[in-house]
């Protein structure tokens, strides 16, 4: 883990010839983070599980297509597969019905702040199947601190003082439901599939997109057959979740990983809450109560801490002569 000071942080992302790569950056950080405003927006005229399956499909379609172009070979060891099917499960499936599922009742900036908690997530699962990798006092810390962040965001004394925001407690526990997949699925990925094949990230994720769309094609019959009403708005917002956040953003990523390294390129989670919040309250006129920016910040400091980003210095005294 990298302890490398401030300052040498951002030189390294404004580094010349990296005009592209920061392009990117900000790319998804903007794509990823405006996710949850199409999910609202989709949810005007589809249902949850409906706007799932418009995600996947279009991502796995969108991807299909770059691997056509590109001419890219797709794998064929059955193993990976299977492991990858797994891995649809909790990084696309399930996590995108829960999130649908909740942007019926939850403004979007504050769906985004709580996916804020998917390295916390990542940690907590990490330290229970990877006991090789235990975690150190300074990452207990941070989880507990992120723990409080996501306390404040939901904001119990506001339950207590108004008996109708208890009816959102379901829907941010389901956010928190879909960033406990994420982190299991990124956990199975470093387990069971990274270091065991050749293929590169843009190969890796069209598998993975294209079987949680056929699983979702599979299930639709059982759970997406609502009627559905079509107009401008949600027809745009699932081409841009489908094609742009769930199929080039994660190419965007590939390139970031693969000229700044995971590390750096993980920061981009940090960014996202931020456009969340402020297209919500831009576009859909959503009201953004105290508890939730502040409780993001608290959330993003955990994340800090226990990723080693935010160190603590102890003052040492000063020899006497």
């Given at each position: 883990?990298?302890?490398?000071?401030?300052s040498?942080r951002v030189?390294?992302?404004?580094?010349?010839?990296s005009?592209?790569v920061?392009?990117?950056?900000l790319?998804a950080?903007?794509?990823w983070?405006?996710?949850?405003?199409?999910?609202?927006?989709?949810?005007?005229?589809l249902?949850?599980a409906?706007?799932?399956?418009?995600?996947?499909?279009?991502?796995?379609?969108?991807?299909c297509i770059?691997?056509?172009?590109?001419?890219?070979?797709?794998?064929?060891?059955?193993?990976?597969?299977?492991h990858?099917?797994?891995?649809s499960?909790?990084?696309?499936?399930?996590?995108?019905?829960?999130?649908?599922?909740?942007?019926?009742?939850?403004?979007?900036?504050?769906?985004?702040i709580?996916?804020?908690?998917?390295?916390i997530?990542t940690?907590?699962?990490?330290?229970?199947?990877?006991?090789?990798?235990?975690?150190?006092?300074?990452?207990?810390?941070?989880?507990?601190v992120?723990?409080?962040?996501?306390?404040?965001?939901?904001?119990p004394?506001?339950?207590?003082?108004?008996p109708?925001?208890l009816?959102?407690?379901?829907?941010q526990?389901?956010?928190?439901?879909?960033?406990?997949c994420?982190?299991?699925?990124?956990?199975?990925?470093?387990k069971?599939?990274?270091?065991?094949?050749?293929?590169?990230?843009?190969?890796?994720?069209?598998?993975?997109?294209s079987?949680?769309a056929?699983?979702?094609?599979?299930?639709?019959?059982?759970?997406?057959?609502?009627?559905?009403?079509?107009?401008?708005?949600?027809?745009?917002?699932?081409?841009?979740?489908?094609a742009?956040g769930?199929?080039?953003?994660?190419?965007?990523?590939t390139?970031?990983?693969?000229s700044?390294?995971?590390?750096?390129?993980?920061?981009?989670?940090?960014?996202?809450?931020l456009?969340?919040?402020v297209?919500?309250?831009l576009?859909?006129?959503?009201?953004?109560h105290?508890?939730e920016?502040v409780g993001?910040?608290?959330v993003?400091?955990g994340?800090?801490?226990?990723?080693?980003?935010?160190?603590?210095?102890?003052?040492?005294?000063?020899?006497s002569?």
């Amino acid at each position: 883990m990298s302890t490398a000071a401030p300052s040498t942080r951002v030189t390294a992302l404004v580094a010349p010839g990296s005009r592209r790569v920061l392009g990117a950056y900000l790319g998804a950080a903007l794509i990823w983070g405006a996710s949850f405003l199409f999910m609202k927006t989709g949810l005007t005229g589809l249902a949850p599980a409906q706007v799932a399956l418009s995600r996947v499909v279009l991502g796995a379609l969108t991807l299909c297509i770059i691997m056509l172009v590109t001419r890219r070979r797709w794998p064929r060891e059955r193993r990976l597969w299977a492991h990858l099917a797994v891995v649809s499960v909790f990084l696309c499936v399930a996590p995108f019905l829960l999130f649908s599922w909740a942007g019926q009742f939850l403004p979007s900036g504050l769906s985004s702040i709580l996916n804020a908690t998917t390295p916390i997530m990542t940690l907590a699962v990490g330290a229970v199947f990877l006991p090789k990798e235990r975690l150190n006092g300074l990452q207990v810390f941070g989880i507990f601190v992120g723990a409080l962040g996501v306390a404040i965001v939901v904001g119990p004394w506001r339950v207590l003082a108004d008996p109708a925001i208890l009816e959102s407690i379901p829907a941010q526990l389901a956010c928190l439901g879909a960033t406990l997949c994420y982190g299991i699925a990124f956990v199975y990925l470093r387990k069971f599939v990274l270091g065991t094949h050749s293929y590169d990230a843009v190969v890796i994720s069209a598998v993975e997109i294209s079987l949680a769309a056929v699983i979702m094609l599979v299930l639709s019959p059982f759970i997406a057959m609502q009627p559905v009403s079509l107009d401008a708005p949600v027809v745009l917002s699932m081409l841009a979740l489908g094609a742009l956040g769930t199929g080039v953003a994660y190419i965007w990523m590939t390139t970031i990983v693969d000229s700044w390294g995971p590390t750096a390129a993980s920061t981009v989670t940090y960014l996202t809450p931020l456009v969340g919040v402020v297209l919500g309250i831009l576009v859909l006129g959503e009201i953004l109560h105290w508890n939730e920016p502040v409780g993001g910040v608290i959330v993003v400091l955990g994340i800090l801490v226990s990723q080693g980003r935010l160190r603590f210095r102890r003052r040492t005294p000063p020899l006497s002569a």
